[in-house]
């Protein structure tokens, strides 16, 4: 590893400035204005592919934004690993909270980054974590032949549900053919404290409209005589939980696991701060469902969040409207055994029945993706967990993380292999909100874990 390692050392000034050119590009899937941005950030990682090394690089299209894959293929009789990322991000709004432009990345020092931390969208997920893989490449492939045969698949589509993502892994089951997948999409307890994550939550994504009268309508004439879409909505919602936080829909808690008493104690061993949590989010109390720890709550519990709410006049100044629409899109996130569809289906259900008569109710599911649980007795396991503690210093804690990355689910089902969660940014770095930023240390110390993982990864296989 010491010519690898040097390698890096000597590049990463380099390293660094071709991350903040990736990130000056607004790839932002959801926003069909942005089509010609997310292409252009396609074709900046196919150019970074083959200037590590990469063979065989292609931009796949899909029915959506395109795929980018590029492999090196060493020896028949070695493992291969795929490397999966997403080169996609989410909206930047609102822009007003942005300290410094969302695509224009600057790097500022604070209390957790005392090294410098980079400022902008799509920095901790996922530019930076998947480019930290194509770094470590490079250093591979320039100093010797690789331990192991690598595969790279970067898709667009991630932040929007990868819709398209099942029907290219049927496509090109045989060119995705691996021994595993593994993903820096997740993060880390703390800067002195590396883990790895062993469970995902499952996620169905969904869009409800309650359409009240035929058009907007003035308040004071209409006001008290025709049903608000707003105010039936703001009770709708409400309603969607109990005095204990605990989801109020029929049916919901059926499949959830019951996760037994000795792991939810080791669980709550990991290094937890509330009074820190708190200040951290200014916020003078957690809140959650009854009966479970903060801990708990955002890893082995199911929730749903109302993302964005909106109807009706939200200008400048006063209208007095009585909207003939309100809008509202929500969230669950979702636990071992619980199907996104069924959860779906439930949902639609149950928001109909509890719409009064003087409404109309619709329901549109966006996306979803099933729960996952990783083995921690595996090679690829094993493996990340030795990585992690030869750049660390320390052993790597499994922890279950509470975000989605549906796609970890296809692999098993489709390709039939698992995934290893290898993350390195912190659950503080603002993914999915304004001043998104993503720590030069963990920037660095991935490029450098990295290829301690193939290497461990081909003793293990071989073992």
């Keep these: 590893m010491q010519p690898v390692q040097q390698y890096i050392h000597e590049n990463k000034g380099r390293f660094l400035e071709e991350l903040l050119e990736l990130l000056r590009i607004p790839s932002i899937s959801a926003d069909p204005a942005y089509k010609g941005e997310v292409r252009r950030a396609a074709e900046y990682v196919a150019e970074s592919l083959r200037k590590s090394g990469a063979d065989r690089v292609e931009i796949i299209e899909t029915g959506g934004h395109p795929v980018v894959y590029g492999e090196k293929i060493t020896a028949p009789d070695l493992p291969t690993v795929m490397v999966y990322g997403h080169y996609d991000v989410q909206p930047p709004d609102p822009l007003d909270l942005w300290t410094t432009g969302p695509f224009e990345p600057e790097i500022r020092k604070t209390p957790l980054h005392p090294e410098g931390a980079i400022f902008a969208r799509g920095s901790a997920d996922d530019k930076g974590q998947f480019f930290m893989h194509l770094k470590a490449f490079e250093a591979m492939s320039a100093n010797g032949p690789l331990p192991c045969n690598i595969k790279f698949m970067i898709e667009g589509e991630e932040e929007v549900g990868s819709a398209n993502l099942e029907g290219f892994l049927k496509a090109h089951a045989g060119r995705l053919k691996c021994d595993v997948i593994l993903v820096s999409d997740t993060h880390m307890i703390a800067r002195d404290v590396p883990s790895i994550t062993v469970g995902l939550r499952g996620l169905s994504y969904v869009e409800v409209e309650v359409q009240g009268p035929n058009r907007d309508l003035h308040s004071g004439l209409y006001g008290g005589a025709v049903a608000n879409p707003i105010n039936i909505l703001a009770k709708m919602i409400a309603s969607l939980h109990d005095e204990n936080n605990h989801i109020a829909i029929p049916g919901f808690y059926d499949d959830v696991e019951v996760v ?204």
Excluded: C
């Design 260 to 463: 037994a008493p000795a792991e939810r104690k080791a669980m709550n061993e990991a290094p937890y701060d509330e009074e820190a949590y708190k200040k951290e989010l200014d916020i003078r109390m957690v809140h959650g469902e009854a009966g479970f720890t903060t801990l708990e709550r955002t890893a082995i519990r199911p929730t749903l969040d109302v993302n964005g709410i909106w109807g009706g006049y939200t200008g400048e100044g006063a209208k007095t409207v009585l909207p003939a629409k309100a809008f509202a899109k929500i969230s669950m996130r979702l636990v071992p055994h619980q199907d996104p569809e069924k959860i779906t289906e439930l949902f639609a259900a149950h928001f109909k029945t509890i719409a009064p008569p003087s409404v109309k109710v619709q329901v549109r599911y966006h996306h979803g993706g099933y729960p996952v649980v990783t083995p921690t007795d595996t090679p690829e396991y094993l493996a990340a967990h030795k990585a992690m503690e030869t750049t660390f210093g320390k052993a790597p804690i499994p922890q279950r993380g509470g975000g989605s990355i549906p796609i970890v689910a296809l692999f098993e089902n489709i390709l039939g292999v698992k995934t290893v969660l290898m993350g390195f940014g912190l659950d503080t770095d603002s993914i999915h909100s304004p001043n998104e930023h993503y720590g030069l240390f963990f920037f660095f110390k991935g490029i450098e874990t990295i290829p301690h993982f193939y290497q461990y990864y081909a003793e293990l296989k071989k073992d």
